[in-house]
């Protein structure tokens, strides 16, 4: 056994059917999930300051800019809706889709993108691209191609979910639907997607980056998805590694 497969493994042996059950099996790792997927995109984020807010909903001694204390607090508040969406077994349709996406960026659009139009939990009224490719659907398909994909998550084989989630990241950051907030809105969903269909959710370390967006720009260039999954595979090990060494220990 792998230990990618001894990690499905041990999340699986939990039995998660309700918010409180998926908190207790998130714990610490929410903290950890928040700060990285933040950190890749703002430098300013630190894991004290993330660790601070989920824990005492404040910081001490802060410096730093408003904006990225916002980010933040928005990270906690997504990763509360995202407990209490599991709890509600809510699929992921367009209306999640814009909460998560609403929460992780409330308060924190620059003046730019308002005076256009722009607003947290709606879907970019204007052309942003990103990646070497520049990709990014135009404004006006947008709707319609969240819509497709959502569709073709309906029915995702035993055995297939990270297959699933990786194809969902690959071609949400792909269609880039909102006006800011891509990158975390998609991890979160993923996520999302991996714990409702029992498997572990993935932090995605900021070190490792520059191998992330290789393999999102793998899928932008060729369609290949196996360096995505092969990507994700190997951060759900390092993800879990901790829980991993000890199943080891027990064992011996």
Do not use: C
Request: charged share 30%; aromatic share 10%.
């Amino acid at each position: 056994m792998t230990n990618y497969e001894k990690a499905v493994d041990l999340w699986q042996q939990r039995g998660i059917t309700n918010d409180a059950e998926l908190a207790e099996a998130l714990n610490g790792h929410s903290i950890a999930f928040a700060y990285h997927s933040s950190k890749i995109e703002n430098e300013q984020i630190t894991y004290h300051d993330t660790r601070e807010v989920f824990e005492h909903d404040g910081v001490t001694s802060y410096t730093g800019d408003l904006r990225t204390l916002f980010e933040i607090r928005n990270a906690k508040e997504a990763n509360e809706l995202f407990l209490i969406s599991f709890g509600e077994r809510r699929i992921i349709d367009e209306s999640l889709v814009k909460a998560f996406q609403f929460k992780l960026t409330q308060n924190t659009y620059d003046t730019r993108r308002y005076r256009l139009g722009e607003r947290p939990g709606e879907y970019k009224l204007h052309d942003y691209v990103t990646g070497k490719e520049e990709i990014g659907a135009a404004p006006e398909d947008v709707a319609e191609e969240i819509a497709e994909l959502l569709d073709e998550l309906q029915d995702i084989p035993n055995g297939k979910a990270l297959t699933a989630a990786a194809y969902f990241h690959a071609k949400f950051e792909n269609i880039h639907p909102f006006a800011d907030g891509n990158g975390r809105a998609g991890r979160l969903l993923m996520n999302y997607l991996l714990v409702w269909h029992d498997h572990p959710p993935i932090v995605i370390h900021e070190e490792d980056r520059r191998a992330y967006f290789e393999a999102l720009e793998a899928w932008d260039s060729t369609q290949n998805l196996e360096s995505l999954i092969l990507f994700l595979k190997e951060q759900t090990v390092k993800t879990w590694q901790k829980q991993i060494a000890r199943a080891e220990k027990n064992e011996q």
